[in-house]
C-alpha cells in the first residue's frame, strides 16, 4: 500500500472533554476545553516524506550528530556519539521498576536506521518517521509551512467526534476480536504475541481511521506536541467555563545541568507499539506523556496541522 502521507483533514473544532478523571493522575481532572478550526495530517509523518524533507534541505537529525558535552556534564562520551534509543526485547520477566532492562542507546540508531547501524528502511517507506526529537519535528512542520498540534488540538481530533468513550471507537480495546491499533498484545516486555500483525512500528493506515477520517492517532508512534508539559490542574480557568485551545506551562529552567530531570519537556501524545494493558496503558486520546525535548527513540513520531 502507498499513501499520500502529506493529506489533511479539515475540522471545525469545538468544545470537547479534555483529560480523564479515571486513569493516570496526569490526565486529570477532565476540563472543558475549546479550539478553533485547524487542519490535521491524516497520517503520521512517513520515512517518505521525511526522506524527501532531508533531501531538500540537507538537514541532519539530533541522533545522526554527536551530543555536546557541554551540555551534558558528567556524561559517559559513549553516550554522546551520534545514538539513539531502541526498545530491546528481553527473553524473560525483567524488573519493570527499571527502563534499562528494555531501553539502550544503541550507537548508530537514528530514523535512517530505527532498529541500529545495521537496519534499514527498506520496504518502510510508509511506516511513520522515528528517531525525531522535538526539534527535528518542528524542523519539518516549519518547512513544509504548518506547524505542531497543541495538545488539545491533538485530543480534539484524536477523540474522533466522540465524548464519552475510552477510545474514538468504543470502550473496548478492540472490536469484535479485531484490533484497532498498533499496540503490544502480550506481558511487556518479554512477550510479544503480534496478535495485530506487527512487531515493531506499522505502515500508516494499517488500522481503521477515527471518526474524523485520522489514522493511527492511536498506537503505532507517540506524537509530539507543541505544548510545555503542565499538569492539567495548573491551567487557569473556572470549572463553569471552557479554555480556549491551552498552550501548556512554559518551559521550565534549571540551574542544574547534571540534573537530566530538569531538561524541558513537552507533551507527547497517543501512545505506541509498545503501550500493552500490563504496562504503559496510555493508548486512550486523554492520556499523555512529559518527554524531554532532546530525545529521540524508536517509537516517537509526528504529525502536522494548519490554523
Excluded at 538537514?59 to 534509543?85: I, K, Q
Excluded at 492517532?217 to 480556549?244: F, R
Amino acid at each position: 500500500m502507498s499513501v499520500i502521507a502529506d493529506t489533511m483533514i479539515d475540522l471545525e473544532g469545538g468544545l470537547f472533554l479534555m483529560g480523564s478523571n479515571d486513569h493516570y493522575p496526569e490526565e486529570r481532572p477532565a476540563h472543558k476545553v475549546r479550539v478553533g478550526p485547524f487542519r490535521i495530517d491524516r497520517y503520521p509523518v512517513t520515512n517518505r516524506e521525511f526522506s524527501r524533507f532531508v533531501r531538500d534541505t540537507g538537514y541532519v537529525t539530533a541522533a545522526e550528530r554527536p551530543a555536546d558535552p557541554r551540555d551534558y556534564p558528567g556524561a559517559d562520551p559513549a553516550l554522546l556519539v551520534p545514538s539513539s534509543v531502541v526498545f530491546v526485547q528481553p527473553s524473560r520477566p525483567v524488573d519493570m521498576s527499571n527502563t534499562h532492562n528494555w531501553w539502550q542507546y544503541v550507537a548508530g540508531a537514528d530514523w535512517r536506521h530505527p532498529r541500529g547501524p545495521f537496519t534499514h528502511l527498506q520496504g518502510m517507506d510508509d511506516h511513520p518517521v522515528v528517531h525525531v526529537n522535538f526539534a527535528d519535528a518542528l524542523a519539518y512542520a516549519q518547512w513544509i509551512g504548518k506547524d505542531l498540534p497543541t495538545e488539545a488540538e491533538w485530543e480534539f481530533a484524536a477523540r474522533g467526534g466522540t465524548q464519552e468513550t475510552e477510545f474514538a471507537w468504543g470502550n473496548s480495546l478492540t472490536v469484535r476480536g479485531r484490533h484497532q491499533a498498533n499496540t503490544w498484545q502480550g506481558d511487556f516486555p518479554w512477550q510479544s504475541l503480534d496478535e495485530d500483525g506487527f512487531r515493531w512500528t506499522s505502515p500508516v493506515g494499517s488500522f481503521p481511521p477515527n471518526g474524523h477520517g485520522l489514522y493511527d492517532m492511536i498506537g503505532n508512534v507517540w506524537e509530539w506536541t507543541s505544548d510545555w508539559y503542565q499538569q492539567h490542574d495548573q491551567l487557569q480557568g473556572k470549572p463553569c467555563c471552557a479554555i480556549d485551545n491551552p498552550r501548556g506551562g512554559v518551559r521550565e529552567r534549571s540551574h542544574d545541568r547534571h540534573d537530566r530531570s530538569a531538561i524541558p519537556r513537552r507533551v507527547m501524545k497517543g501512545g505506541s507499539h509498545l503501550c500493552a494493558p500490563n504496562y504503559c496503558r496510555r493508548y486512550r486520546p486523554a492520556a499523555r506523556m512529559a518527554q524531554p525535548i532532546d530525545t529521540s527513540t524508536c517509537h516517537v513520531g509526528f504529525r502536522c496541522v494548519e490554523r
